[in-house]
C-alpha cells in the first residue's frame, strides 16, 4: 500500500499516464484552473487487484447495465491538472459500479481523503454505457478547454455541425482522416448537466470528439493519448482557419472531392475506429 492506500503497481501505469497527459495540456494552457477533466475505466481484472474501503455511495440517475464490479478512476472536482503533474493520485478519485448499476461507491484506504468526482460525471458514465452499446472498445475521456477551438464556437456561422465539418475539417487533412464521419457538435447547454451528459454521450458513439459550443470539446479513446490526439487534431484545424483570418485571408482547404477520397480510404483502411 502506498500513502493514498491503493497498491502502486495497480494503478500506477495509469496514473504515470495521467500524469504525462496532464503536464502537456497545462503546457499547452488547455486546463486553466479547474476546468477540464479526465477518466479511464480500468479493466475488469483491477477490481481483484485492489483493496480498498467504501468511502461513500449514492444512487446516480445512469445505470450502467453490465458494468457491475467495474472501476472508474476519474479526477476530482476542484483538481488542477497543474498538480496532477506533481502528485496524479492525490487528484483523482476512484469510483465501483455496484448492483444493480446505479450505485456508485467511492473507494479508498485512506481515511482522510477527501472529494468528489468531477461535475461532469454524469458525461463520463453515459459516454461509456452509449460506447459499450455500439461496442466500441474505448476505456478514456478527456475533456479540456482548447481556446481556438472554443473561439471558433463563438462565431454563429460556424456552430451548424455540417458547416464546422465542412469548412473546418477541410483545412487540416489529418483531421479528415481522423474523423471521416465528422466531429459531433453541440450548441451551449449548462456545464455538468443531465442534457448536456445525454447530448454528448448520443454524439460521441458515432464521431470519437464532441465539440461543446461556447465551452470546450470531450474525446473517447483507448487511451487517454488517444483521446488527446483527437483533440490536438481538430484544435490544429481550428488554429490554422484563425491563422488565416489574421493574415487577412478566408483559406480555401480541401475541396468536397478530395475531402470524400480521404474519408473513403480511411473507412475502408479503418485508421479510424471500428
Known amino acids: ?73 476519474i479526477t ?8 496532477i503533474v506533481v502528485d496524479a493520485r492525490a487528484g483523482v478519485t476512484l469510483l465501483r459500479i455496484d448492483r444493480p448499476g446505479d450505485l456508485i461507491t467511492q473507494l479508498s484506504d485512506n481515511p482522510n481523503e477527501d472529494g468528489w468526482p468531477t461535475s461532469e460525471l454524469a458525461a463520463h458514465l453515459h459516454a461509456y454505457k452509449a460506447l459499450a452499446r455500439q461496442r466500441i472498445e474505448e476505456c478514456a475521456l478527456l475533456h479540456l478547454h482548447p481556446p481556438e477551438l472554443v473561439a471558433l464556437t463563438l462565431d454563429p456561422y460556424l456552430t451548424s455541425e455540417q458547416v464546422f465539418n465542412d469548412e473546418v475539417l477541410s483545412l487540416y487533412p489529418e483531421a479528415t482522416l481522423m474523423f471521416p464521419r465528422g466531429v459531433g457538435m453541440l450548441p451551449y447547454m449548462p456545464p455538468g448537466s443531465e442534457q448536456l451528459a445525454l447530448a454528448s454521450a ?46 487577412g485571408f478566408e483559406p480555401q482547404g480541401l475541396t468536397a472531392a478530395e475531402a470524400a477520397e480521404l474519408r473513403s480510404w480511411a473507412l475502408k483502411e479503418g485508421s479510424q475506429r471500428n
Open 1 to 73: 500500500m502506498n500513502e493514498h492506500g491503493l497498491q502502486p503497481n495497480t494503478l500506477q501505469p495509469v496514473l504515470q499516464q495521467l500524469a504525462r497527459i496532464a503536464r502537456h495540456v497545462s503546457q499547452l494552457g488547455w486546463s486553466v484552473g479547474h476546468s477540464g477533466n479526465a477518466s479511464i475505466l480500468l479493466a475488469d481484472t483491477a477490481a481483484d487487484q485492489i483493496t480498498a474501503n467504501t468511502l461513500r455511495s449514492w444512487r446516480h440517475p445512469v445505470t450502467l447495465d453490465g458494468f457491475t464490479g467495474r472501476l472508474i478512476l
Open 202 to 247: 448520443k454524439a460521441l458513439a458515432p464521431h470519437g470528439i464532441v465539440v461543446w459550443c461556447k465551452h470546450g470539446v470531450i474525446a473517447g479513446g483507448r487511451t487517454l493519448d488517444e483521446a488527446l490526439d483527437r483533440i490536438e487534431a481538430l484544435n490544429t484545424a481550428a488554429k490554422l482557419l484563425l491563422h488565416c483570418r489574421q493574415a
Open 76 to 83: 476530482k472536482a476542484g483538481s488542477r491538472f497543474r498538480d
